[in-house]
């Protein structure tokens, strides 16, 4: 009898199955998010929690399969870096925004410029 690929084994750290249900999880969780806001079934009170959620649910998908983040010995170092790159992360993201915000509140309105 042939043993199929999985059958008692775990998936492994870089493995081909290993990065093909990385990649399916991934893919499924990024057409689940746009299907939900392009049909815009839910109201945004429901969507824009259930993006984000799926989004960490992603994150934490790609961290784990792609990156192998707490499957070594000593994950000191990895964990270090990981936490320095999402403070860099949260910072240009909530800095864009900040300064996007800010750019659209000190504009002039366009009646002014017209006049």
Partial sequence: MSESPLEGKSL???????????????????LTSFFL??????????????IIGLAVIQMVAQVVFFLHLGNESSPRWNLQLFLFMMMVVVIVVFGSI?????????????????K
């Fill in 98 to 114: 900040w300064i996007m915000n800010h750019l659209n509140y000190n504009t002039m309105p366009m009646e002014r410029t017209m």
């Fill in 37 to 50: 806001v392009s049909e815009q079934l839910l109201t945004t009170n429901f969507v824009d929690p259930l």
């Fill in 12 to 30: 492994g750290e870089g493995s081909f199955e290993s990065y093909l249900f990385g990649f399916i999880a991934s893919l499924l969780l990024t």
